[in-house]
């Protein structure tokens, strides 16, 4: 079965500086997808970014990027230039693509945004 | 262009008690899924559909049963309700092409 772990609890930042936010995963496929979603106060999931495991170039989508280490199974994500609006809890998700369709997802970053 | 809506966004039950959350995405994707989600435990797989006319047990199905009504709708059934099943639950859809989720807002159980 595939799992995904996120070390890391919580975290913090000082508003405009960098976090990475840690996620590792267990899978014996060799193609697969890779998530980083946001959930805020609010409680709606929202996508942040993903990876295809077939490329070797990170995502990138503004001030988030992706540090994937496939032989690793190490897939982190970096927020630059933090902001206030970035506080929130961030869940790593792993998905095969094969048929099945089912996301397994990690147990969540809280993120602090200290002004 | 709603995306993902579900009802009732808030929800008390006694133990016992039956109700049917419901699930609806405008955005034509063919797979549908409800997780549930408790402090420290991320997210868990309930159920999940992946095209209209099936459906498939996840991690937690036991206690809910789920109904893929049309390839709009899929509701999430407890018959009969325990504290256990507090919870938060959300309601996601994806298409096959685009591997993404794509969350409603949650709906939050109280089982007293």
């Known amino acids: 079965a595939q799992t995904v772990t996120q070390s890391q609890p919580e975290m913090s930042v000082q508003e405009a500086e960098t976090v990475t936010l840690s996620c590792t995963y267990d899978?014996?496929?060799?193609?697969?997808?890779l998530f980083w979603y946001k959930q805020p106060p609010s409680r709606q999931m929202i996508l942040v970014i993903r990876q295809e495991a077939y490329k070797q170039q990170n995502a990138t989508e503004n001030r988030f990027s992706v540090n994937f280490q496939k032989a690793a199974k190490s897939f982190s994500l970096k927020i630059s230039d933090s902001q206030l609006g970035d506080a929130a809890m961030y869940f790593c998700?792993?998905?095969?693509?094969?048929?099945?369709?089912?996301?397994?997802f990690g147990t969540g970053t809280s993120l602090t945004v200290i002004p | 262009n709603a995306g993902v809506t579900q009802t009732p966004k808030f929800q008390v039950l006694k133990t016992g008690q039956s109700m049917t959350l419901q699930c609806a995405q405008d955005?034509?994707?063919?797979?549908m899924y409800w997780y549930r989600q408790d402090p420290g435990m991320g997210l868990r797989l309930i159920y999940y559909?992946?095209?209209?006319?099936?459906?498939d047990k996840g991690e937690v199905p036991n206690g809910y049963n789920v109904s893929r009504l049309n390839k709009r709708e899929f509701s999430l059934r407890l018959e009969s309700a325990a504290p256990s099943q507090t919870s938060v639950y959300f309601c996601?859809?994806?298409?096959?092409?685009?591997?993404?989720?794509?969350f409603g807002p949650g709906t939050r159980l109280l089982v007293l």
């Open positions: 559909s992946a095209s209209e006319g099936t459906t």
């Open positions: 899978t014996s496929e060799s193609d697969y997808y």
């Open positions: 996601a859809s994806s298409s096959i092409l685009r591997e993404t989720q794509y």
């Open positions: 998700a792993y998905r095969r693509t094969m048929t099945g369709n089912q996301f397994y």
């Open positions: 955005m034509n994707h063919n797979s």
